[in-house]
């Protein structure tokens, strides 16, 4: 299996409708001051989210994990699926042993919850439970059981734990604020809703209110580290990537959704693969677009401008790359959404990333006890 480097980069030009896709705690769309004029910004934590959301329907369940303060409640739970004997009160309480067993405190004072939001896979719930049932004692068995096997979206997305560092994983993905290649300005929706049982000689609205929302077209980028993803992650590495470029790609955050059907697949999808370090190419934007004639086509030309003089200058070419959507950017191959995922699978897995990672059990094996 190949351990140089190697990382797969997302470039993705974006336009979206008037919208307030990601809001702030005003409820004002967000935003970033950027080459000196405010952007529209969509937080890699919405995105993020979207993408897991999504990954429910291109992966199994065992494959994914939780992020939740109510980790003892799913251990419990696989508790009692894997022995009827265990009352729930019972259940709780070996759970509750098992975490602090395994280097995370739980607070029994606040409904058994950890401190803070815990990243847990259902495989490694799994091995705990089975553990408990086990009669295990050993406590280094029960923290081995929570740092073997994390889930797809653990792995992507990493996990930190205050209690204990040596339950940390290492992100293999990064993914960048999404940010309007040109300056945009916020703007008000003045709204009424009207009563349907008002009395028929009534002038008056039943509610009023305002709305800020803006539109934009947004530059996304995103990286995956395919070396560290293989570190941990214990299913095919290709089958991953190809599931994270899909998400990537076609998720969108939710807010407000119902109120401006602003889901948009994107413009223009550039994907390299390098093997010497990821390189986001938000430069292209530092000067804001101008146009009066729409941003996507300008906003391209500028990109594949960027990328040259990046390439030419820094870099070098990427090993490889694919374009959605535009004419090509350099060498890179103009394919649809379909023959990208499957050119990425086939590329990641001849690059010999296809097999487990060899200190991991494959998934389908991991189960502890088994």
């Known amino acids: 299996m190949s351990n140089e ?16 896709v990601n809001r702030d705690d005003t409820g004002r769309p967000k935003t970033a001051f950027y080459g000196g004029a405010n952007r529209a910004r969509v937080s890699s934590q919405s995105w993020k989210h979207a993408m897991r959301l999504m990954f429910n329907e291109l992966f199994t369940s065992e494959e994914l994990g939780y992020r ?3 980790a003892v409640d799913l251990i419990a739970n ?17 759970a509750i042993k098992a975490m602090n067993s395994a280097g995370v405190k739980i607070n029994e004072k606040k409904d058994n919850k950890t401190g ?8 490694q719930a799994n091995n705990l439970a089975q553990l408990v049932i086990s009669g295990e004692k050993d406590a280094k068995l029960y923290k081995q059981a929570l740092k073997e096997t994390p889930s797809v979206d653990i792995a992507l997305f990493g996990r930190m734990v205050a209690d204990d560092a040596d339950l940390n994983v290492d992100a293999a993905s990064q993914v960048a604020h999404s940010i309007s290649t040109h300056a945009v300005q916020n703007e008000y929706d003045y709204f009424t809703a009207v009563d349907d049982c008002s ?33 941990s992650i214990g299913v095919s590495v290709a089958e991953v990537i190809k599931g994270f470029a899909e998400a990537f790609i076609c998720s969108m955050p939710t807010g407000k959704q119902n109120s401006y059907a602003n889901r948009t697949y994107p413009d223009m999808v550039y994907v390299t693969i390098r093997k010497d370090q990821p390189v986001n190419l938000v430069g ?22 960027y990328a040259g003089k990046v390439y030419n200058n820094f870099s070098g070419k990427p090993v490889k790359s694919f374009m959605i959507g535009a004419d090509a950017i350099s060498d890179a191959e103009r394919v649809n959404l379909d023959e990208l995922l499957e050119k990425l699978y086939s590329y990641i897995k001849d690059e010999g990333y296809n097999a487990c990672a060899a200190a991991q059990t494959c998934r389908s094996v991991a189960v502890m006890g088994r």
């Open 199 to 231: 009395p028929e000689d009534s002038a008056g609205a039943g509610h009023l209110g305002t709305t800020e929302f803006n539109s934009s077209t947004l530059y996304r980028y995103a990286t995956v580290n395919v070396a560290q993803l293989k570190k």
């Open 5 to 20: 480097r190697l990382y797969v980069d997302f470039h993705v030009v974006q336009t979206v409708p008037p919208s307030c």
């Open 68 to 70: 939740t303060m109510h």
């Open 284 to 305: 292209a934007f530092e000067k804001p677009v101008i146009s009066n004639n729409g941003y996507v086509e300008e906003s391209v030309k500028k990109l594949q401008e």
């Open 116 to 123: 803070a939001l815990f990243f847990i896979s259902a495989v």
């Open 78 to 94: 696989e508790i009692k699926k894997l022995d009827s004997s265990f009352d729930d009160e019972t259940a709780v309480k070996e």
